[in-house]
């Protein structure tokens, strides 16, 4: 249970980040994405998975795209996030 609540409220910090980013909001995106990494990393800790996995790899990715100011693809990756970890439930 607490794996598929964590992945579920990573789920929904991703799909804000990626909001944010659209709305060109980058620093938005971020601390979204950095609250989706938190919980997909709390997920890990409990449960392994590839699409976890790259789902947290793909977080990371947009916290570093969008802290570079490349906002569109920051959006891709926290989209491709939202793709793996809904994966997993």
């Known amino acids: 249970f607490a794996v598929s609540q964590h992945v579920a409220e ?17 620093d938005a995106l971020v601390q979204h994405a950095q609250e989706a990494l938190k919980h997909a ?7 392994k998975s590839p699409h976890l996995d790259e789902g947290i790899k793909d977080l990371r990715e947009a916290i570093t795209e969008a ?6 693809e920051a959006v891709e990756e926290a989209e491709e996030a939202i793709r793996h970890l809904s994966a997993i439930q």
């Open 10 to 26: 990573a789920i929904i910090h991703a799909q804000a980040a990626v909001q944010q980013g659209q709305q060109g909001y980058p």
């Open 41 to 47: 990393e709390m997920a890990q800790q409990d449960s």
């Open 67 to 72: 802290k570079n100011g490349y906002t569109n």
